[in-house]
């Protein structure tokens, strides 16, 4: 079987994997989580969506090897924060374990929370976000810009309270692009990470955890500068190659 039918293949039942999973999920809904995956399909920004729903006008059989999958056998994540400044990395010295944090949220007798909901983000803000951002900045002149991406537990009218209680200026998330994970420096930090650990095991959370540190240290200040001063140029490669994605770090 040729590279071009086997990456067919593959697309097709990533789909209809995604969509048996999320019954509710259209196009536009599938298309968005792939291109914010780790490994983005290689097509111009809007392509995805036509190609998508191809697929689920076909309704192509889903291979029994995915239907019988299970589940327990994804290895399971931690998710953590961090943000990118004029400064450097904030926190410089890690980045946050949400999912710790999430871990010791009270969960009204139900067991460890381990989901994020609005007022919990706004909650993490006030805890945890302001404080990184505010000691970055203590020393300067500076008035820091913030921003985040357009989940919509984030732009809940609670969690934008709070952030506007936080802080003078703030890119909207209506003024941001949900797919430029290519062009903001801090998604290129996390991606750059994530290459730095693939294929690599670990004995325990506590491993991973320590690797992920060691690699967030090699951003300094002045590379996060540099990175920051290139976001004019990043966007022009996108214009140039008629809005294909910049796979490199």
């Keep these: 079987m040729s590279n071009i039918a086997q990456d067919k293949k593959q697309f097709r039942s990533i789909v209809l994997g995604l969509k048996k999973l999320n019954p509710s999920w259209q196009a536009p809904d599938i298309s968005t989580f792939l291109q914010e995956s780790e490994n983005p399909p290689l097509l111009k920004r809007h392509a995805p969506i036509k190609r998508v729903n191809r697929t689920l006008k076909r309704g192509e059989e889903i291979p029994s090897s995915l239907i019988n999958a299970p589940t327990e056998k994804f290895q399971k994540g931690i998710i953590f924060w961090g943000a990118i400044s004029s400064q450097g990395l904030i926190p410089a010295t890690a980045p946050i374990n949400l999912t710790e944090w999430l871990r010791q949220q009270p969960s009204n007798g139900k067991g460890p929370r381990m989901y994020l909901t609005g007022e919990l983000y706004g909650k993490f803000v006030a805890e945890k976000v302001a ?40 890119i909207s998330p209506e003024d941001d692009d949900a797919k430029f994970a290519d062009v903001w420096p ?53 214009i140039d190659q008629d809005g294909e994605q910049i796979h490199d770090h």
């Design 131 to 170: 404080p990184a951002i505010q000691r970055a900045f203590e020393n300067t002149h500076l008035q820091p810009i913030f921003q985040d991406d357009q989940d919509s537990k984030q732009r809940t009218s609670f969690a934008m309270t709070t952030i506007e209680s936080f802080f003078d200026e703030r």
């Design 186 to 238: 801090i998604e290129r930090v996390w991606g750059a990470i994530k290459e730095k650990i693939r294929g690599k095991q670990f004995k325990n959370e506590a491993q991973r955890k320590k690797e992920i540190v060691k690699q967030w240290k090699n951003f300094t200040a002045i590379k996060c500068k540099e990175m920051i001063k290139k976001i004019p140029n990043r966007l022009r490669q996108i």
